[in-house]
Structures are given as C-alpha cells and as structure tokens.
C-alpha cells in the first residue's frame, strides 16, 4: 500500500517562473493539504482540497494555488516565485470525517529559488 | 487563531536515558487534537502520538507518553529508554476536529542523543 507520494523530489526555479508540485494521496484517502515547510521552522498550513475544491485556505497570497482531481492527486501551484519561496512543500492525505491519526505526510518536494 | 510554542530550540540526551519536550498552546476551543511528529533527516513527518482533549488519560506509544494539563495548555513529550534512531526534530502540533489536516506546528525541537 503506497503510502503519500510527491514529485518532484527537488527543483530549482527561477525568480519569477511558476512551479507546479504534484501529490497523490494514500490510498483510500480523499482529503489533501499542502504545507510549506521553511529551513528550520515548522511546516504552515498552505490550503486543504476535498471534493475537487479548496475547503480550507492559510495566510499565504494568491500566488498560491491549488488544484484536485477526480482520482483524489492534486497538484500546488506558485506563480511569480520569490526567493523566500524556497523551503520544502509538503502534502498531507487523510479521509474526510476521521482526524488525528489518520494523517499521513509525504517526503516533500525541497523547492530551491535563485 | 491557535498557537503552539515550543521553548526549546534544541536538547540532547544520553542513549538510555529519559528526555522531556515541552510544548504549550493558545486556544479558546474545548475540544481538539494534539500531536507529537517525529522529522528525521529523511524530512519525512512520522506521527509519534496523539492526544484527544477531551480523554483525561494521557497517551502512551510504547517508549513514548505526554503529559496534557487541558487546564495549563501544555503537552509535553517524554521519551524513554531513548536511542539513537530518536535523534531528530520533533514538533508539536495542534488541529481543531474536523478539520482535516489544518494543523498548527510548533517551531520544534532539536533532539540529539548522543551514544
């Protein structure tokens, strides 16, 4: 059983390009969140995706967007990046109406801005 | 807004030996989940334990037990018996119910434990 998995592992980006980070959940799982972790600090909730749509959105601006599918993936998506963009992008899995321990992480996708 | 607060940048511990994580948090909900992830070099975030508000009884994963004082707005992790995989950060973590992975991460511990 596949646990949470994200692609790509690394990237380096450019100020002002667009990035597109993709996850897929573990299976049986239909609710995905991102999270942005930066170097030494706490992972930071980005948005929550169930049902095709954002439920659940942090402190973060419109530069950050998101999208589901129909098979649960989802991708996140940065638009004009800047160099405090850079940090490791997490996604979380869980199913709808079960919280706590039914969270599960991937490794990350370690976003590099120059 | 809820906020988690960990005071200590980093610890170390000696191989076999018990070390204490504190964490405090600021809510004004009456139930919720508290969580204690495990973040190794690998960055990948394992859950260690976690901890329903409103279960008086204090969870325990074999090496693993928290100390929750609801009152105090503390979680604190202890681990026992601590070995070299331990060595990593830990981060406390806080989640209103149903909110399905809309948590709130402390900054973290560094834990080393040194053989």
């Known amino acids: 059983d596949a646990g949470v998995t994200q692609s790509p592992t690394h990237l380096i980006k450019t100020r002002g390009q667009q990035v597109t980070l993709r996850c897929s959940p573990k299976?049986?799982?239909?609710?995905v969140s991102w999270y942005q972790q930066a170097l030494g600090q706490g992972p930071q909730f980005i948005f929550q995706?169930?049902?095709?749509?954002?439920?659940q959105r942090g402190n973060f601006p419109d530069r950050f967007s998101g999208h589901q599918f129909p098979n649960y993936s989802s991708e996140l998506n940065v638009n004009a990046l800047l160099l405090g963009d850079s940090a490791l992008y997490l996604c979380?899995?869980?199913?709808?109406?079960?919280?706590?321990?039914?969270?599960?992480f991937g490794e990350g996708s370690w976003l590099t801005v120059v | 807004a809820q906020t988690v607060t960990q005071s200590q940048p980093e610890m170390s511990v000696q191989e076999a030996e018990t070390v204490t994580l504190s964490c405090t948090y600021d809510?004004?909900?009456?139930?919720?989940?508290l969580f204690w992830y495990k973040q190794p070099p690998s960055r990948q975030m394992i859950l260690v334990i976690r901890?329903?508000?409103?279960?008086?009884q204090n969870a325990t994963e074999n090496r693993f037990s928290v100390n929750f004082q609801k009152a105090a707005k503390s979680f604190s992790l202890k681990i026992s018996d601590s070995q070299l995989g331990d060595t990593a950060m830990y981060f406390c973590?806080?989640?209103?119910?149903?909110?399905?992975?809309?948590?709130?991460f402390g900054a973290g511990t560094r834990l080393t434990v040194k053989p």
């Open positions: 979380a899995s869980s199913l709808v109406g079960l919280s706590g321990n039914t969270i599960y």
């Open positions: 299976s049986g799982h239909d609710t």
């Open positions: 995706y169930y049902e095709e749509e954002e439920r």
């Open positions: 809510t004004s909900e009456s139930n919720y989940y």
């Open positions: 901890q329903e508000a409103y279960k008086q």
């Open positions: 973590a806080f989640m209103k119910p149903y909110n399905n992975n809309d948590m709130r």
